[in-house]
């Protein structure tokens, strides 16, 4: 089985304070995802990675930016956190170019910033 | 605008009963639809995947529907468990660059005694 693993299940954070988020997966899956979860919202897209040092913008990209420098490692990085950025935050990897591929998700990281 | 909507926005059901869920899209061109299973404190996983081709797809007790001409989804879930409660996400994807996603914000569904 995958496994995705987040760094953190729950973070708390000042504003205006850097914070990293941290993601693993074991399954050398090329493609990785970071979102967002907000009740009523559904996952949001924030960014997401082809491969080793790649990087596209997903659907909400703004006040983040990203890290892929080894295949299996995907980190999210609050550049100055705000207390709009509160929210669970979930990473997932799948398959490349396999348009049935599932993704597969780690547990989440529930960010609160104050 | 491509968009996918599920009702009900939540549902509390005997345990033993069976449910039905749903999801509308508007995902065009269409590719694949996939609902997932989000149990409370875990990240989603998936239940099943429907194609362009296929009206019915079983996994256990769980059933999924597609209608491709209305662009409808269903999730019916047969005697119902405890453990079935979760929110259930339904994901079109579209067949462009990226193969992008969209998800639909669930249906949270409570099993209880």
């Known amino acids: 089985d995958v496994k995705v693993t987040q760094s953190s299940r729950y973070l708390v954070k000042r504003t205006g304070e850097k914070v990293f988020l941290e993601c693993v997966q074991d399954?050398?899956?090329?493609?990785m995802f970071w979102y967002r979860q907000d009740p009523g919202l559904g996952l949001r897209l924030i960014y997401f990675?082809?491969?080793?040092?790649?990087?596209e913008k997903g659907d909400i990209p703004e006040g983040y930016s990203v890290s892929r420098e080894k295949k299996e490692r995907f980190s999210l990085i609050l550049e100055s956190a705000s207390t709009n950025q509160t929210s669970m935050y979930l990473c997932?990897?799948?398959?490349?170019?396999?348009?049935?591929?599932?993704?597969?998700f780690g547990n989440g990281t529930r960010l609160t910033v104050t | 605008k491509n968009q996918v909507e599920q009702s009900p926005q939540s549902l509390i059901i005997l345990e033993g009963k069976n449910c039905t869920l749903q999801?509308?899209?508007?995902?065009?061109?269409?590719?694949?639809l996939r609902w997932y299973k989000q149990d409370t404190g875990r990240g989603p996983v998936s239940l099943t995947i429907?194609?362009?081709?296929?009206n019915t797809k079983s996994n256990g007790r769980y059933t999924a529907t597609l209608d491709a001409d209305t662009k409808q989804s269903s999730l019916h879930i047969t005697a119902s468990q405890l453990s079935d409660s979760a929110s259930y996400i339904c994901?079109?994807?579209?067949?462009?660059?990226?193969?992008?996603?969209?998800f639909g914000a669930g249906t949270i569904l409570r099993v209880k005694s």
């Open positions: 997932a990897s799948r398959l490349p170019g396999r348009q049935g591929s599932p993704l597969h």
């Open positions: 399954m050398d899956h090329e493609n």
């Open positions: 990675s082809y491969d080793v040092k790649m990087k």
């Open positions: 999801c509308n899209y508007t995902v065009s061109p269409f590719s694949n």
């Open positions: 429907m194609t362009f081709s296929e």
């Open positions: 994901v079109v994807s579209a067949v462009l660059a990226g193969n992008k996603l969209v």
